[in-house]
């Protein structure tokens, strides 16, 4: 997902760490110094298309490398959230650096998530701009709901729970999508997404380039 600016500040503004509060944080996360930056699958490409695997091997080296690989590959992409099938790799997992509209920075991972949303009856719908690293270039206004939870698990099996509301929650329900083989282009109407892919036609170029750029950077 695509970054966003921040909006007013709580009274309590330490980081969120896989949902926790912190004092003090790195920007970027450590996990970016140690990976290496990865291509990113853009719509179309049929990774992205249908629901990920489950992950089964926790606390794994394979696991962990693939998360650092993932961090820094949404870093470079300036992004505020990147899913597995993002980077082509066909698991259930997404990482997250994005604030919320209080301007707290939520940072993480999760492994194997399930999305809860509220019910109907107590869920409110914002409309905001949503971008997608897989779609690049383009930007679309899109209805999310304002509050969110994903439960799931970090990558050593330990059970999570990660709280968002306003854009991080945006973010909780996009990275989610991509998990089931949804982009946000499947909740646009026909209209939309052919806008979408006409932005994205005219843009791309210099988001790749940009990307490649930021990419030959030493970290």
């Known amino acids: 997902m695509a970054v966003r600016d921040e909006g007013d500040a709580p009274a309590d503004r330490r980081v969120r760490v896989l949902g926790r509060p912190v004092d003090t944080y790195p920007d970027p996360a450590p996990e970016a110094r140690r990976g290496s930056v990865r291509r990113i699958t853009v719509v ?3 990774v992205l298309s249908r629901p990920c695997q ?3 091997a926790f606390g794994s080296p394979g696991l962990a490398a693939l998360i650092d690989d993932m961090f820094v590959t ?5 992004g505020a959230g990147l899913a597995a099938n993002q980077v082509d790799v066909d698991l259930r997992l997404f990482v ?3 604030p919320d509209d209080q301007g707290v920075r939520h940072v993480g991972h999760i492994v194997n998530p399930v999305l809860d949303q509220p019910d109907p ?3 409110r719908l914002v409309d905001d701009s949503e971008g997608c690293l897989s779609v690049p270039g383009a930007s679309m206004t899109l209805p999310r709901t304002d509050r969110a939870t994903v439960r799931g ?3 050593d099996g ?3 729970v990660i709280e968002g509301t306003g854009y991080f929650a945006r973010c909780l329900q996009h990275e989610s999508d991509h998990l089931v083989g949804h982009t946000y282009l499947d ?3 026909k209209r939309d997404r052919k806008d979408a892919l006409r932005q994205m036609e005219e843009r791309s170029e210099d988001v790749f380039a940009r990307r490649a750029l930021k990419a030959a950077q030493p970290r």
Do not use: H, I, Q, W
């Open 44 to 46: 179309g490409e049929e």
């Open 54 to 56: 489950e992950v089964t």
């Open 74 to 78: 949404m870093y470079v992409a300036d």
């Open 96 to 98: 997250y650096d994005c």
């Open 121 to 123: 009856g107590s869920r």
């Open 153 to 155: 698990f970090d990558k």
């Open 158 to 160: 330990n059970p999570l």
């Open 187 to 189: 909740r646009l109407s």
